[in-house]
């Protein structure tokens, strides 16, 4: 049986490489002109760093903005969502099928619509941050709610409480540690979303990115590119501490129940006060009149009912487009996945007595992943020229960087014990490598290699705004033509063929455990 998935595996893999019009000896052709591109790229301009710092501030303002508000605005949609705390089942398909509609469409889609609705700055960034943090922090944290004991609940419901009181006393305390982690997740995520936004006239460093790039700047791009990194790695590392430190308020001693009922409300108070001074400086940043907000409106119930009468006639581009999206996930995916896997065990520190490889090869990987995918497309045109082959070969090389880290992670997870216990039996290192480690850590590696799957089939879609193939070309070509009825026709198809995707993988991971 595990014969027959490699062979399947390998079968799909070569589909996808011919589809995308892979090409060996145009790779190779190619590595010089990619190899003068780094070679001018390692000299950065450090007087460029002034200018690139002020704009960088304004991208982790607008991080920070979309990171706040769509926590403030999953909070009560992961309630709703929630089978045990939804007040009406009816209410809760709707909201899961809303948000697995929302979660198909990429950020940088949600910000060229916005843009075209709300005119161009950092308002349209910040609104599609939002959009995809809401998201998130909904999908998670239902998902945590679920898991809640559930007798505690129906305890409170037993002695009368209504369900905004079940909610108040019963669930928001449990949860408040898992939103104050979510918000530094969904911020760790927007900083790296929020480079790119400026690609489609949405603010933040992305403007400067693709300035630089259509002037051939490439000392100043290597500039922006080693700010990205120290600040990702930054932000990594604080999303890191705030996650693992488990911050608590000690209670004082009540001396009665209304002792504790003030305490109780004089907190939700304070919290209620933070989180509106918190919303009104994320809406100061949307630099977006009240005229303009609901000229914006307005615009977008006529662009929402051309979206909706479908041009017919595009259909085989959508075809086309969903096939060449599909075929650069796919490849990306699994070659991906098999580059990280020595990245992996190299980099695992609980199996190397030297500390200094493992280290190199995490800063190697870590660089890797500060590398946008767009940007690293951008780089193998200059090898391959534009086209799906591009997109592939750059999503494969930041899937590698994101499936490494993943997997040194699950390696690391490993007790060393049992390896040894292995080597002591007489087992050489391959043996144990292949009896001992490799079968506790495939299913992880599988699982992780099916998430990735899903978020490459949309990342396909972003690639399309620099012409790297895929449905997102056309998307792009679309929007900026302002041919709605196309535009329409295109996200319909996208969310079809992502949430087809997400079942499908969903299918295979429960499979796994």
Known sequence: MRRISLLVVLAVLLVSAWHIGLDVRRIWLGLPDMGALLVRMASPQWSYAAEAAAVLLETLKMAAAGALLGTVLGLPLAIAAAANTSPHHLLYRAIRVLLAGVRTIPHVVWAALLVTVFSIGRGAGVMALTITAANVVAKLLSEYIENLEGRQLEALTGVGAGWGAMVVYGVLPRIAGQVWSLLFFTLEVNVRAATVLGLVGAGGIGQLLWRDLNFLRYDRLATLILILFVTVGGIDGLSWLARKLQVETPAPNFSGYRAFRMWQGAKLAAGLAATAAAVLWCCSLLDISRARFVLGLGQARVILVRMLDWDWSYLPRLGQGLAE??????????????????????????????????????????????????????????????GPLAGALALTVYTAGVLGKLYTEAVEAVDGRCLEALAATGASPVQVWYFGLLPRVLPDFLTASLYRLESNMRTATILGIVGAGGIGTWLMMNLAGRNWERVGLLLAGLIASVLLVDTVSGILRRRLT
């Open 325 to 386: 999206s599909l075929s650069i996930a796919v490849f990306a995916t699994i070659a991906g996945s098999l580059a990280a896997v020595p990245a992996a065990f190299l980099g695992a520190t609980n199996l190397w007595r030297n500390r200094t490889w493992p280290f190199l090869n995490k800063a190697a990987v870590n660089l890797i992943r500060t590398f946008p995918a767009v940007i690293l497309a951008i780089m193998f045109f200059r090898g391959v020229g534009p």
